[in-house]
């Protein structure tokens, strides 16, 4: 079995959203997907004073694709025009389809508003082919406690496993497109290897650490794209670790966003701002 290489390390850069420390590896100069994974923002990490304003992402459209947001530290509100409403904190994460069309909210809670506390947020947007783009809409949020948190053999390092299957156990999130999906914690010299991810894309963001894939140096805060040869993912910890892994199978189609829409064409997009305009993706309750 062969392990993949490195092909190309891209930074993720400073795009702040007001008071909320951001950095976004892709899309960016050199990267415009690693499909199907379209977008990356990574929010904190940082710590709020009491009294704070806390997430500015307010009711707001998607049709297409799916997010999924891994809430590190601090807790996450969500409401939607599906009727779904949840608070998930530190170690959670949530899955909303947005499909055919769904206006949500993601902001901090009250009790965050009042306390503050630490925040660090990653949310990433998974690319729907043309035949899943107008799905119905659906959310899952799920607590830390329903994550299963598999162990590594050498005791350095936790998998929690969010999508697919992985060493005999299943992740609790069904993806439409067969996505697996996890993050890592590794302790210095921790070592966890993935395998069958020959012609699957792989998904790779260094949180945080430092890390080696098949022996050459990672960067924390980088996007790690890899080449397209290989069996496995072998990755080694320099220095402790977390990390957010996922692989999938190619789309391979082409790729049209207008802000929060990504459908195929052109027409689609404009399609999508009408049926917007005209209240066909609900309303917020």
Same mark, same amino acid.
């Given at each position: 079995m062969s392990s993949k290489t490195i092909r190309h390390q891209h930074p993720a850069y400073r795009d702040d959203i007001g008071d909320l420390v951001t950095r976004r590896p892709v899309p960016g100069p050199a990267v415009e997907q690693i499909d199907p994974f379209l977008f990356l923002n990574h929010h904190g990490p940082q710590t709020y004073g009491?009294?704070?304003?806390?997430?500015?992402?307010?009711?707001?459209?998607?049709?297409? %694709? !799916?997010?999924? @947001?891994?809430?590190?530290?601090?807790?996450? *509100?969500?409401?939607?025009? /599906?009727?779904?409403?949840?608070?998930?904190?530190?170690?959670?994460v949530q899955w909303m389809t947005a499909g055919s069309g769904l206006v949500h909210a993601e902001v901090s809670p009250q009790s965050f508003l009042e306390s503050g506390g630490p925040l660090e947020i990653l949310q990433l947007w998974v690319n729907l082919p043309s035949r899943l783009k107008m799905t119905p809409p659906r959310y899952v949020g799920l607590q830390k406690e329903a994550i299963p948190a598999l162990p590594l053999d050498d005791g350095k390092g936790v998998v929690n496993l969010i999508a697919g299957e992985w060493h005999g156990?299943?992740?609790? %999130? !069904?993806?439409? @497109?067969?996505?697996?999906?996890?993050?890592? *914690?590794?302790?210095?010299? /921790?070592?966890?290897?993935?395998?069958?991810v020959r012609d699957r894309n792989v998904f790779l963001y260094v949180v945080r650490g430092a890390i080696r894939i098949a022996g050459e140096a990672a960067r924390q805060h980088h996007l790690i794209e890899l080449n397209e040869d290989g069996d496995s993912v072998d990755i080694e910890a320099d220095s402790d670790a977390f990390l957010l892994f996922g692989h999938a199978q190619p789309i391979g189609e082409p790729v049209v966003a207008h802000g929060p829409f990504v459908m195929n064409t052109r027409e689609e997009i404009q399609q999508a701002v009408r049926d917007y305009t005209n209240g066909k993706f609900g309303a917020m309750g």
């Open positions: 009491r009294n704070n304003r806390g997430l500015p992402f307010g009711p707001h459209p998607h049709r297409g %694709f !799916e997010t999924v @947001t891994f809430i590190l530290e601090g807790s996450l *509100a969500h409401r939607d025009s /599906g009727g779904h409403e949840s608070v998930i904190h530190a170690g959670g156990s299943r992740g609790p %999130f !069904e993806s439409l @497109t067969g996505v697996f999906m996890s993050t890592i *914690a590794l302790a210095a010299g /921790g070592q966890v290897s993935f395998d069958g």
